[in-house]
């Protein structure tokens, strides 16, 4: 079967970055246009709840567990706020992974997780750049951001590495807004609507790749500036939006 999902999903639950809806609501919108799973992917944050889990559950989709953390190498090169990294599938102990040297055993201690590089080679000193090569060993797909217009496109780089290192390439929508919800995401052909076999379709490249280039002013750096000044706002104590989790769903 075809699972249209997205795997970098924020929502008004992330404690680091401004969204202006919340858990609930974010499972509403993707529910509308469709979507038969979605990764929960706070910063810092293991936001997913069996209450979440059943409201996305009651809407067709499967909710699945996840982070983007800040990573770091133990000799600071990666700088003070680190480098993004998803850990799908994951526990509240995932939000102690700190390093890479962590990761590493934590994926031993958790082998059913899942490692996702997002915005490898985007602008910014929160992609990973080169450490997605000194640490390829660790990853099991590769993030092609809709961040992209014909001629500023960071995934290309990101391609050339999946090449060589024989990883799958996905789609997200990196959803902050709802914006490029319906217009960024992957079609995976997993035997089942569950998370080894979502996992495992991906592993095996069974994936169609919906995205289309953006215009660079009015969809990327407009948008863009928008998002950074709100989070700018928002990291100094501005919550003009609701994080509420919703009620336990009832039998």
């Known amino acids: 079967m075809h699972l249209k999902t997205n795997l970098h999903f924020h929502t008004g639950d992330d404690p680091r970055d401004f969204v202006p809806y919340t858990t609930s ?3 509403d919108r993707a529910a509308t246009h469709g979507f038969d799973a979605l990764a929960l992917t ?67 201690a958790h082998p059913a997780s899942f490692v996702l590089a997002p915005h490898p080679f985007s602008y910014g000193n929160f992609s990973l750049k080169k ?36 990883l799958p390439m996905i789609v997200t929508s990196d959803a902050h807004t709802f914006d490029n919800l319906h217009t960024d995401y992957a079609l995976v052909n997993a035997e089942e609507k569950s998370i080894p076999s979502l996992f495992d379709a991906i592993r095996q490249h069974k994936i169609a790749n919906v995205t289309h280039p953006k215009k ?14 709100k989070n700018f706002l928002y990291r100094r104590g501005w919550k003009n939006h609701t994080s509420a989790r919703i009620p336990a769903v009832k039998n």
């Open 25 to 27: 609501e974010g499972i």
């Open 42 to 108: 706070c910063h810092q944050k293991a936001a997913w709840t069996p209450e979440y889990a059943d409201y996305a559950a009651e809407r067709g989709i499967l909710l699945i567990p996840g982070i983007e953390l800040d990573m770091h190498e133990a000799d600071g090169s990666t700088g003070r706020r680190g480098r993004h990294l998803i850990i799908l599938n994951c526990d509240k102990d995932a939000e102690h992974v700190r390093t890479f040297a962590d990761l590493h055993d934590y994926r031993i």
């Open 216 to 229: 660079f002013v009015r969809e990327m750096a407009l948008p863009g500036a928008k998002l950074v000044s």
């Open 131 to 166: 450490f997605l090569e000194r640490h390829i060993h660790l990853v099991d797909a590769i993030e092609h951001t809709w961040f992209h217009s014909p001629r500023f496109n960071r995934n290309k780089r990101a391609a050339y590495v999946a090449v060589q290192h024989h």
